[in-house]
């Protein structure tokens, strides 16, 4: 052990990888593959040789959450936090896994910390955003995937997450639209969120269709016809959505 450690360090000061470093790297390789036991045997020996390797259990934690092990991924997060507790991926990643497991509240707590460090990234604030939503504050998760979008107006999924709170939970059903439209402009054929797109002109029409039963005449016709419209348009990309499958 003792002339292994001596070996590591004479590479890091000559800028060669140490076999801990080789054996993370081996780990994610065999990772990628689906062999998760290698790829697990790989990260707990660099561990062994250098129990301070924060990529060796930042990388054993994010195969824990792919697997769902989403308990054992935040015990492996946190030792890396321990080494490096600035390092904002693994406080990014803590919060997903408290996010499956319905912690939104400690989700938060790790997103807040990350974005003390960058306040600019963009994965994090939509990711505390998501946490905003499970506790219910959509208008607040509204504002944090907008800060997403600032940041890094390409990014799709957080305008894909911001439709749907505004159609489902907000009932701005025009808002939802102008999202989901933005995303196909560049991906016509995304059939996820075509989708989504016919559920929000659904919904669309069942308010138009609720107003008008509290109105009379006209007024009451023209809100039955802009139903009758968002219906029509519903059911065409419901089809379309059908011909891309």
Known sequence: MIKDNIKDMTKRIL???SRSDRLNDKGVSESKRKRY???FSCFDEAIKLNPRHKYAWFNKGSVLSDLSRYKEAIECFDKSLEIDPKFVIALNNKGN???KLEMFKEAIEC???ALKIDS???LVLSNKAFSLEGLKKYEEAIE???KSLETNPGFLEALNNKGSILNNKLKKHKEAIDC???ILEINPKNVFVLANKSRALYSWENSLSDLAKMKTGIEAEELLRQSADKHAEADEIKKKCESIK
């Open 37 to 39: 036991e290698p790829a």
């Open 144 to 146: 944090y995937y907008d």
């Open 111 to 113: 997103y807040d910390k």
């Open 15 to 17: 800028g060669l990888p």
């Open 97 to 99: 896994a408290l996010n």
């Open 120 to 122: 600019k990234s963009y």
């Open 180 to 182: 989901f439209d933005k």
